[in-house]
């Protein structure tokens, strides 16, 4: 369970929820977040334990959400550039590209499944970083389609949200019948 702190709007999630990954099915997930408005020490504890989660999980991004937390905050490492990893908070998209490439993804949240998603080329986004200072980046390929699936997230949407409606029969059957296997 997630709890609000009175002087900050950032939401840290209990010790438990640190420990588990929202996965398909948990209402957080397709909650919209709420804008950072201060930028302390929890907001940093905040990023160190998304990346903790992310680096377990092996994903290469991840969003406030998945770990319960309803603030907008993402942090992602560049799929070309292990070394480049960054935080997003309160991240937006203010341009996408014409053009658009349908391609395989996969979601920590949405877990051993891949789907066909479409999305724009390329994106510019604002954002600001841990102390509150404001970032225009542009990103093109697969560091734009990352950035894409994690502002996604915060604003309530998964991949299954994005694919066909053939695509999402086909992910929503396999997660049926891997559910009826497992007893889960």
Not at 28 to 48: I, N, Y
Request: proline fraction near 4%; charge should be negative; hydrophobic fraction near 35%.
């Amino acid at each position: 369970m997630a709890r609000d702190h009175e002087k900050n709007n950032t939401v840290i999630p209990s010790a438990a929820a640190r420990e588990q990954l929202r996965t398909f099915g948990d209402p957080t997930l397709k909650q919209k977040t709420r804008e950072v408005t201060v930028f302390d020490a929890r907001l940093k504890a905040l990023s160190d334990l998304m990346f903790e989660v992310m680096e377990r999980e092996g994903g290469v991004g991840l969003a406030a959400p998945q770990i319960g937390t309803l603030s907008r905050i993402m942090v992602w490492k560049n799929p070309e550039d292990n070394d480049a990893s960054q935080t997003f908070v309160n991240p937006r998209i203010v341009l996408c590209s014409e053009e658009a490439t349908s391609a395989e993804e996969g979601c920590l949240s949405v877990p051993g499944v891949q789907m066909q998603v479409t999305r724009p080329d390329e994106v510019t986004v604002e954002f600001q970083d841990l102390r509150g200072v404001s970032f225009e980046v542009h990103l093109a390929g697969l560091p734009a389609l990352v950035v894409q699936h994690e502002i996604d997230h915060l604003e309530g949407y998964l991949i299954l949200d994005r694919c066909s409606k053939e695509e999402r029969r086909r992910v929503l059957k396999e997660l049926r019948e891997r559910s009826l296997e497992t007893g889960t």
